[in-house]
């Protein structure tokens, strides 16, 4: 029997969990009293002091946004799915909350969430084009349903716990998108921001994958990437003179579970202090503490030491990128010959270096078009890829048989990948239409789970899963 191959599971691999590492910082914590004394009671509502500031240093060294980020913008959460509920039992309430809005293809499993808190049948799509989020279509949107919303207050959440309330959730993943792989253009970016204002909306992004990244092409060196796209809530703070109110609009939604390990249960939330304090004293924090309080005190001992740094820099991002380009080729080879074609939209493109010129030297930087400049000050563009997943089109003859492929797939081949019809925003008649024609013609693959030969033989199943459908 061929051996199982899942294309679909979203999972880094087993050999990559840092567990040494995590051994190394629970000793750190548990033979020192005063550390041990800090870590087992329950915590503050907002989560590990330590933990919030290094998660607040690292982000800030990372994405590099103008002022810094304080530990007031962080809490700590137990997960980015526990914390997209906790976002929604402190901030909205249906009736008064008309929508929730999600990028489709959308991340699937996101949807019982929204419906376990009174949204069912309040989930919108928002296509995607070349440039990630259709923003146009999502302004249309937005003013339908507030002519068609009643001018309510909220009556259920009420007084000066729920001092905010939002009217809109909009919901996605701007970098490396799941499941799409699309990265959201900077403009798209910010009208999104100035957009969410002006329909007072919050916009939740799952920035999960936003470290994971390396150049396009395999034969560039990642030594020298320029800053990442900013994020939505970096965006909120700084554009058209900063947020409206201290609320703001934004939230980045963080985890640890695609860099170290899923099971240690650690994630983070940024956003205005104002919007962080509220979040954090959640009746179930102010009675059980932090919800990871152990576990925390663990990662924190990983980012002070720079364990964690030297764990991406070593060995997560060049397995994944090794991973990448395994499967990019398979696909070219196997695929494409078929009438596959990979539908990621268009890359996000970052400067390696800009030249200054003299003894000065090259610097770190990018602009709006994303140029690298050279010695000789030349410039050219570089494509930047990254994150856990891609997204095919199927061949014409065979594009509306996805559910069928995968099923067939499994039982015959021992295969497993996820189709476009699961990215459907559940109980939107309108994103399910949209995928008949578009991303419901697709297949999302993952490359993180399985070593390179084991892709390149899940892609050659695929290719032969197309050839016995046609034969």
Request: charged fraction near 20%; proline fraction near 6%; include cysteine.
């Given at each position: 029997?061929?051996?199982n ?8 691999s ?33 989560g ?6 290094s ?31 906790n ?12 929508n ?25 799509g ?9 923003i146009?279509y ?32 909009i ?7 799941n ?32 470290v ?7 034969h560039?060196?990642?030594a ?9 809530v ?25 860099i ?21 004293t ?68 970052e400067?390696?270096?800009?030249y ?6 090259y ?51 021992h ?12 109980g ?24 390179e ?19």
């Open positions: 029997m061929s051996k191959i899942n294309l679909q599971l979203g999972w880094p087993p050999s990559l969990f840092p567990s040494s590492h995590l051994l190394d910082g629970a000793s750190n914590v548990l033979n020192s009293s005063k550390k041990t004394a800090a870590a087992l009671v329950y915590g503050p509502d907002a590990y002091d330590p933990l919030r500031e998660i607040a240093k690292w982000l800030g060294s990372f994405y590099l946004p103008s002022g810094g980020i304080s530990s007031e913008r962080i809490c700590v959460t137990n997960g980015a799915s526990a914390n997209l509920g976002v929604l039992a402190r901030f909205t309430e249906p009736g008064y909350t008309r929730i809005w999600m990028i489709e293809p959308c991340y699937f499993l996101a949807c019982p969430i929204f419906m376990d808190h009174g949204f069912q049948g309040l989930l919108k928002v296509p995607e084009d070349e440039e990630g989020l259709d146009e999502l302004r249309r949107s937005l003013e339908a349903s507030e002519k068609e919303a009643s001018q309510q207050s909220p009556n259920i959440k009420t007084g000066d716990r729920y001092a905010k309330m939002y009217k809109h959730i919901y996605g993943t701007p970098t490396f998108s499941p799409s792989g699309k990265t959201m253009s900077l403009r798209r970016r910010e009208a999104l921001v100035r957009l969410a204002r002006e329909y007072d909306a919050l916009v939740i992004t799952d920035d999960v994958y936003d994971l990244r390396w150049p396009a092409d395999e560039t060196s990642s020298h990437l320029g800053t990442p796209p900013p994020r939505i970096d965006l909120d703070r700084t554009l058209d003179r900063g947020p409206k109110d201290e609320w703001g609009n934004a939230m980045s939604n963080g985890s640890f579970s695609k170290i390990a899923p099971g240690v249960r650690v994630g983070w939330a940024e956003a205005s202090p104002a919007l962080t304090l509220a979040l954090s959640l009746g179930s924090n102010r009675s059980g503490g932090c919800p990871t309080q152990l576990t925390a005190s663990f990662v924190h001992e990983l980012l002070e030491t720079g364990t964690l740094e030297n764990h991406l820099t070593d060995l997560i991002i060049p397995t994944y990128r090794t991973r990448y380009h395994a499967m990019m080729k398979a696909i070219g080879e196997y695929l494409i010959p078929l009438g596959f074609a990979i539908s990621v939209g268009r890359a996000y493109e400067s390696l270096l800009t200054k010129g003299g003894t000065n030297g610097t770190n930087g990018h602009t709006n078009g994303y140029t690298n400049g050279d010695a000789n000050g030349h410039t050219k563009s570089i494509a930047v890829a990254g994150g856990y997943f891609t997204y095919l089109t199927l061949p014409d003859d065979v594009s509306s048989r996805g559910a069928e492929l995968a099923a067939i797939a499994l039982s015959n081949l295969l497993r990948f996820a189709y476009g019809d699961m990215m459907q925003v559940n939107d008649d309108g994103s399910i239409e949209r995928g008949k024609e578009g991303y419901g013609k697709g297949i999302r693959l993952c490359w993180a789970w399985h070593p030969d084991e892709i390149v033989e899940g892609i050659q199943r695929i290719a032969g899963l197309i050839q016995l459908i046609r034969s």
